[in-house]
């Protein structure tokens, strides 16, 4: 196992050897009003828990599977309204990025700079995210081998990236459907940077509703308590308070209201796991 080599941003560490930390966010900036009212309630949630998290954010949908579907309300002015959000509520935030161009802007108002699954092998993306100085978090794309991310993880070394996570979100498995490889977080952790989960990505059924996305909101917490037993960094899940109105990814939304228990669930996973943690590891 390579030394692990922790993350911090504001208060918040993701570390494999530490306590889970999370992510967690709507899928898409809706409108400013619906998105600030969840951050404040996810706010309260964590803060009542006492867990460290990174308020996620993403002002664009680039891959929607319909040229029709909604995909967000554009990069400035959700960079604008994020810097002063993310100022007067006091959480480290991550925004996810699609293009080299947008990194440097991003950067202004992220912590954390998300590199989308399918985008992961693109070099000029990476190093431009790289180049901005911020933690580089980059979603293992479905269609990659986890020991082949350590390719990604090279790139993001070569170009003196502060700080890079890996995140897991399931891998393709035959027509519309993804299979979570638990092995794959114990591979990744080789490469000496925090792992994390994403549980609500990896319940997709892609292009599974003919033209949108669908998925199996039921295997979330089954999904995401296997992940959390094997000591990883964190764990990423999107959250609406009307998962079935939500306007991206509904189907594989954990519902707001069920935040708090599912994270005290899974925080007593992260511990009991710690607790046993070496017990037959040889």
């Known amino acids: 196992m390579a030394k692990q080599n922790a993350v911090k941003v504001g208060k918040v560490t993701f570390s494999n050897d530490g306590p889970l930390a999370y992510i967690v966010g709507p899928c898409v900036i809706?409108?400013?009003r619906s998105y600030e009212a969840e951050a404040v309630k996810l706010k309260e949630v964590f803060a009542a828990l006492k867990t460290p998290f990174v308020l996620k954010a993403s002002f664009d949908k680039a891959n929607?599977?319909?040229?029709?579907?909604f995909r967000g309300?554009?990069?400035?002015?959700?960079?604008d309204f994020l810097k002063e959000l993310k100022n007067r509520l006091g959480l480290p935030?991550?925004?996810?990025v699609h293009e080299?161009?947008?990194?440097?802007?991003?950067?202004?108002?992220?912590?954390?700079?998300?590199?989308?699954a399918f985008m992961c092998r693109q070099t000029d993306l990476l190093y431009a995210c790289a180049d901005t100085g911020r933690a580089v978090n980059v979603k293992k794309g479905q269609f990659l081998s986890p020991w082949e991310a350590e390719n990604i993880v090279r790139k993001l070394e070569n170009r003196g990236a502060a700080g890079i996570m890996l995140t897991e979100r399931g891998s393709s498995f035959g027509y519309g459907n993804l299979v979570v490889d638990m092995r794959s977080l114990e591979i990744m952790k080789d490469f000496g940077y925090p792992v994390i989960f994403d549980c609500t990505h990896s319940v997709q059924r892609p292009g599974g509703l003919?033209?949108?996305?669908?998925?199996?909101?039921?295997?979330?917490l089954p999904l995401a308590k296997a992940a959390a037993s094997q000591r990883i960094a964190g764990l990423f899940f999107e959250a609406h308070p009307n998962p079935a109105?939500?306007?991206s990814d509904g189907p594989n939304s954990l519902r707001l209201a069920a935040v708090k228990p599912a994270v005290a669930a899974l925080n007593r996973v992260d511990r009991l796991a710690t607790e046993i943690a070496g017990v037959g590891s040889n």
């Open 245 to 247: 109105k939500a306007l």
């Open 64 to 69: 929607r599977t319909s040229h029709s579907a």
């Open 73 to 79: 309300i554009g990069m400035q002015a959700a960079l």
């Open 30 to 32: 809706e409108t400013a």
């Open 210 to 220: 003919g033209n949108a996305t669908g998925g199996d909101r039921r295997f979330i």
């Open 100 to 116: 080299p161009s947008q990194a440097a802007s991003v950067a202004g108002a992220a912590d954390i700079l998300q590199v989308p």
């Open 93 to 96: 935030l991550l925004v996810d």
